[in-house]
């Protein structure tokens, strides 16, 4: 694909994100890698829903800025996830709501912040894993993400938001949709013991769709409310 098309999805995927209030007023970033290792990502301080396909960022491999308006400061987040997802080409992060509430309760496992609530969910953002809070633009969030070895391709960041990477910009952008969608089912249902996904419904999903999901025994460390994450 073109890089004149990339720049024109990119702001349309922004805008469409940003007009059903997926990421308020001047947060959030996308980024997508380049056929020659560079990236365009959308600039420090702009609105998804205004941005400019000539002025995105434009990066060379090693992460300098070749054209366009500064980049956003989130680079460090966007460069350790591609650098451990060798696969991804695009990375999406937002603001969205629920899934910034839903990281702050209290019984989020890090380990898959949500239980396998739809085949959808899984299907495209995977497990989700959730990482402690990190300033804004902090360095030490890369370090954190190259901790988690490249298992997640969706990522939560505490009473931040979502970070999810992609092999193309609509798949990262239809992934973090469905990731916010799970985190508002979850609100929704917390402490109504609803039926999740079993064991042998996920395998399923597994075994047709090929998914590769990160090992996950739901029996150690927090579960989701009391409840195992497949009853």
Known sequence: MSETKLREDI????????????????????????DDGGWLVTPTNASLGFLDPARLSRLDALGRLVSGDAPTKEIPLHSA??????????IVHLHSTHAVALTMLPEIDPRAALPPMTPYY???????????????????VADAIRGLAGRYSSVLLANHGPVVAGDTLEAAVFATEELEETARLYLLLRGLNPRYLSPAQVEDLVRVFGLTLPAHDPDEGHSHGGQPHHP
Not at 19 to 33: A, C, D, I, K
Not at 81 to 90: I, S, V
Request: charged residues 20%; glycine residues 14%.
């Open 81 to 90: 996830l591609y650098e451990t997802r060798g696969a991804a080409r695009a």
């Open 122 to 140: 899984l299907m495209r953002a995977g497990q989700t894993a959730l990482l402690p809070y990190f300033r804004p633009g902090d360095p030490a």
């Open 11 to 34: 702001c349309r995927f922004g805008r469409s994100l940003f007009e059903r209030g997926l990421t308020p007023g001047s947060s959030g970033n996308v980024s997508v890698r380049l």
